[in-house]
């Protein structure tokens, strides 16, 4: 079954510590992608990687941490410094990223829902 | 880098009716794409438009995109409850907007 998991679907955490949210897909997919939603919001783009061993900033990267050492994987931490952490976070892969007004079609993953205690 | 900014952000339609949404961009793009999000899940991806056309059909979608105007319209023609979700568009980036909420009732 080809796809992209996310793991846990449900976490909480306390204040203060930090929290690692897996992403892994299994498409053969160059690109992956974190997303942050919060209720009644849309996707605002936290990190993305368009090759092993690289990734970029997206919109609200601040607070979080990413790496990519493996293709299929591209775990998401959520540190102390992130001021509010609670929100519905969603991974995404595809092909590539594309680029100049043109990208290709996303794969989501199921999303993890972390809510800080 | 850009967003889409969907339109009308919330429609509330019975089961039957047609269903249209907009979009809105700044920039000009390659590509526009639509996808869906049922409560609590991923999205999904609905269809793809490039610059070069002007309308796409995929069953009940019919997705329209004027590139001079720099829009693009969906339309959910007969509705069923089943299509309450939110719907983003996504011109040209990875970029999502907020969305349209749409409820459809039985």
């Known amino acids: 079954d080809g796809g992209i998991t996310q793991s846990p679907k449900y976490l909480f955490r306390k204040e203060g510590q930090n929290v690692t949210l897996s992403c892994e897909q299994n498409l053969n997919h160059d690109a992956m992608y974190w997303y942050r939603q919060d209720p009644g919001q849309g996707l605002r783009l936290i990190y993305y990687s368009q090759i092993v061993n690289d990734f970029q900033k997206g919109d609200i ?16 931490t959520v540190t102390s410094a992130q001021k509010n952490p609670t929100a519905f976070y969603l991974c995404a892969s595809s092909i590539s990223s594309g680029k100049g007004g043109s990208y290709n079609e996303q794969f989501f993953g199921p999303g993890t829902r972390l809510t800080v205690l | 880098s850009q967003q889409g ?57 019919r997705v329209t995109l004027d590139t001079s105007k720099k829009s693009s319209s969906l339309l959910i023609t007969a509705s069923r409850a089943a299509d309450t979700a939110s719907y983003f568009c996504a011109p040209g980036d990875m970029r999502f907007g907020a969305g349209t909420r749409l409820t459809v009732k039985p």
Not at chain 1, 61 to 74: D, L, Q
Not at chain 2, 10 to 38: D, F, H, P, V
Request: glycine share 6%; hydrophobic share 25%.
């Open chain 1, 61 to 76: 990267a601040e607070g979080y941490s990413v790496s990519r050492e493996k293709k299929e994987s591209f775990p998401l």
């Open chain 2, 5 to 61: 900014e969907e339109d009308p952000q919330a429609l509330s339609i019975q089961e039957g009716e047609n269903a249209t949404m907009n979009c809105s961009y700044k920039t000009s793009i390659n590509n526009l794409q639509w996808y869906r999000q049922n409560s609590g899940r991923g999205l999904v991806h609905l269809i793809l438009i490039r610059s070069n056309e002007r309308e796409k059909h995929s069953g009940r979608l």
